[in-house]
């Protein structure tokens, strides 16, 4: 069965840091591009962070290059996302996402999301 954990959102204040995690299962995870997407209130959903599999080669949305590192621990079978310097349109739910090949046939998965609001 194919899970994948979101921990770490919560309410910070403009200027704070968050640090979230998602611990994956079910899959092979070292062979998977990750992601983290966020969604906020009224909006599309939009691809913050991805990290390659091999790689670990890392891009970032424009909104958030110098604010967010993205990261991988293959043998923890976790990706991480630093979020620094946090700005009130940060505030959204942000989830993890694992996209991957198995022969010719693609694979997507998707966490259940944390909130991440961003408030003084």
């Known amino acids: 069965q194919v899970q994948l954990v979101e921990s770490g959102g919560g309410l910070v204040q403009p200027g704070g840091s968050l640090r979230l995690s998602c611990a994956a299962s079910?899959?092979?995870?070292?062979?998977?591009?990750m992601n983290w997407y966020r969604q906020a209130p009224g909006k599309e959903r939009e691809l913050v962070a991805a990290i390659t599999s091999l790689r670990g080669s890392t891009n970032y949305a424009d909104s958030v290059k110098g604010r967010f590192t993205i990261s991988r621990d293959n043998a923890k079978k976790t990706v991480y996302l630093q979020m620094n310097s946090l700005k009130p349109e940060d505030t959204a739910v942000y989830y993890c996402?694992?996209?991957?090949?198995?022969?010719?046939?693609?694979?997507?998965?998707w966490g259940q999301g944390t909130q991440v609001t961003v408030s003084s």
């Open positions: 079910g899959f092979t995870f070292s062979t998977y591009v």
């Open positions: 996402n694992a996209k991957g090949w198995v022969g010719a046939a693609k694979n997507e998965y």
